[in-house]
């Protein structure tokens, strides 16, 4: 539907609503006469001829041929290279065409006829409606400014109808008398779509009943039963364990097929693509972060950014302020309502996105430069059941610590070897936190993330699985900082397993409907994927307990009728084979990233594997005690950059 068009419904349909509704007038707006501009030669961009005259000729020269290359207006690309103020542009342009500019200073809500659901849309669109006198005036930070001044030209009564106003003063006037709306939509909208699948109260408190019965039901059997009952228990742990390392073996031996490289898209041909970063007190991370933006290859007037950060945080907000940075760079105020959590404030700039595509990055990111247009290749030669990519992510400091170290090679089995082998085989994606690339409309049309799940990418990807869609893994690589100090990495830890388990419980209410929805392959896949890591680390403390008893006391830790050696045997077994299999499996990894060299740091899995049982212990009380808290990982402390150290050697980007 073109903008004229658009505009023109807009107009006729809230009328009809105004006249069924009484809602108050406002004063009438002064309106000003356009100049004539007879004489004047037509132009390419008319939409800047009302600041010809305020910049010089090779400016708008310039700014004429960017247009032409990129394919977007002119005056986009005057504001989003700080030529000039979207507001200095729009005031300019209010002008010229004789149409007022609002500033909302004296505009209170019920001028407005919207519903707090559609004033939150009305951002996205751009078009605030105001009653004016009984007749409707459209205030507009205009998407398309061409259409709409050839919209005005063909009709000049229709200038009285407008406003201009700022993105930034739009936005203010709707967060602030819709703020409630948005916070209780970017916490509740995937609870009221689909309640079944959202971890949020009381329905995760209720879903732990079946848990709790099981373990009364194993405890009983233990009680009447014990020898027999732990034997069992210990055989189905072993069998599950195992089988919970061969998955995470699969990437070795399957490698996701290589697409043919499509014809590199010419920047008038690229999508609009938003970036959303969610900041919670990262005022050290912040310049790193924007500076790590501005070097993606996309041209700028199609990006998307939206930088969301809390009310109460400050000192982040003083950072992005100074920094001082126009379009496309815009700042979303997560609203106070519901948990403070990072899906919430996703789940909060969401409707605001105006990007085809939509990814995710955390304050420390660093994307390779390429990584927007290789997940648009991949898109573009996949089916529209492609709906999320994932790009690698990599330690960057990995020599601040032995716990950074791990890290790295953790992520390199993780994100080399496991994922493109999981996405071989069409299974669902765990996805990572970070680098998510999805399309928009489906990330929105399953309900975009669950602000209740404190590993809200986890759930995501299975939940994208249970609608019938696919992730796959791209060729890129976003640079991250990892927790080189063990408090720190305890604290991520226990979050990341409390989440697991979060996901597990949702997705495991109904288990005939999860396996409906997934099919036998991926039902028993995300049983060991989700269920079977967080199992493997809760149960790892007992075998080697049994273990080492078994061959300090020549007897089984539960009874002296079961054979030394074959409990010896059977907990030795899964012990040592669950560290070789880590191992090999991070060994792999950093191979095929070129730190080889950085395996030494592998000799302290079985210390690691220890470390994770804590956290996963730590995440299980609390789970019970405080399943919502999010407990926030500090950025911007690394001591160490191998990014930088390559840069500064080679003079240029590694994988």
Known sequence: MSLGVQYEAMLDRIEADLRESAVPSIVPFPFQSAESDAGREPSLYPEIDCVRHLLPPDIIAAAEHRAFEVGVSADRVLICAGILSEETYLRALANELGIGFETFKDVRREYCPLSDERLIESVAAGILPLNHNGALLLVTSPRDVRQLIDLIASNPNLARRFRFTSSE?????????????LGRRATQALGTMWPMMSAAPPRLRTSLAPAVTIGLLILAWLVIAPVQAMLAFEVILTIVFLAWMALRLTGIFIELPGSTPSRRLRDDELPVYTIIAALYRESASVEQLVAALERIDYPLEKLDIKLVV???????????????????????????FGPRTKPKALNAALPFARG????????EDCPESDQLRRALDTFHAADDDLACVQACLTIDNTADSWLAGLYTAEYAGQFDVFLPGLAALRMPLPLGGSSNHFRTATLRGIGAWDAYNV???????MRLARFGYRSSVIDSTTYEEAPALFGAWLRQRTRWFKGWMQTWIVHMRQPAVLLRDLGLPAFFTFQLMVGGNVLAALVHPLFVAGFIYALSTGAPMWSDGTSVAMMAGLYGFSVVIGYLTSAFLGCVGLFRRGLLSTSWVLLFTPVHWLLLSLAAWRALYQLVREPYRWEKTNHGLARTSRMESVRNSAGRNYR
């Open 169 to 181: 003063r739009l936005q203010r006037f709707v967060f602030h008398h819709g703020g409630n709306t």
């Open 310 to 336: 809390e009310a109460d945080d400050k000192e982040t907000r003083t950072a992005i302020a100074w920094l001082n940075r126009g379009p496309p760079f815009e700042i979303i105020v997560a609203p106070g």
């Open 356 to 363: 085809t595509f939509t990814v995710v990055y955390d304050a």
């Open 455 to 461: 590993t809200e990418d986890a759930d995501l990807g």
